[in-house]
């Protein structure tokens, strides 16, 4: 296990990545995003995972975006190289599994940007979340001006990645950047409460869902709902779905195998 992520395994099927440069406010550097991508190339295989959170180490920060000293003499193609070797992003929008943000702190540029790359965001109500790359002269370069206003729509992106503004957890739940703003001493309670339900479901409809729901992105409606058709036909062939009709019919907890 590398020093800059932590990797646990919990109870309910649930895994929870530690982002652990407290003292960088757990910016992203060439490290964590190497130790990120192998982690989750291992808990794709784990059929004892079927739902990740991520988050931030040390109580201030969930992760204050890429870390700024690896831009400087950075030269373009170099940083161009950097970003499509190690891209978290990418990899965590096409990993087979829910993967749940849990916001603790300043979730800012490449952060906030990660956080949009997973399937849901849970924030503390204090915490400070922007992109404020526009502070360096540049713009998001990790899909932040793509997920952002497909999140929270045109205006709201513009003004956060034009401004370079913070904004609480409170108002980001407000505008669909996160879902759910909940007190900080809640936070946690909350995250694996919404995992532990998660991790109980069928593996195989898990990945359904997200492919299907992620389809919808970047496919006009009547492909989306074929899409959708073929996976939802799909899954009944599988030993989950005969499990959770019997297990509905016959009034108990369903029990799914992942097959
Ligand atoms: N990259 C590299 N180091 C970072 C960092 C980043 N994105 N964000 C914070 N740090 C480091 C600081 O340099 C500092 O390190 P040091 O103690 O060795 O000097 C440490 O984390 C603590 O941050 P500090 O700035 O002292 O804390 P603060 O409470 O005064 O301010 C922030 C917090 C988040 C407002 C401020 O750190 C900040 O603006 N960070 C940059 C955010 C950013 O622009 N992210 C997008 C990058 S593209």
Known sequence: MSDVLIVEKLEGRVARLTVNRPEKLNALNGAVRCALLAALSDLAAEDEVRVVVLTGAGGRAFIAGADIGEFKDARPVEQYRRMKAGNIYDAVEAFPKPVIAMINGFCLGGGCELAMACDMRVAASTAKIGQPEINLGLIPGAGGTQRLPRLV???????????????????????????????????????????????????????????????????????????????FSLLFSTDDMAEGVDAFLSKRRPEFKGS
């Open 153 to 231: 729509g045109e205006g709201w992106a513009m003004r956060l990645i034009t401004s370079g503004e913070f904004i609480s957890g409170t108002k980001a739940a407000e505008i669909g950047l996160v879902e759910v703003a909940v007190e900080p001493g809640e936070l946690e309670e909350h995250v694996m409460k919404l995992a532990g339900a998660i991790g109980g479901r069928s593996p195989v409809a898990l990945q359904a869902a997200k492919e299907s729901v992620l389809a919808a992105r970047r496919m006009p409606l009547d492909q989306g709902l074929k899409f959708e058709s073929a996976w």
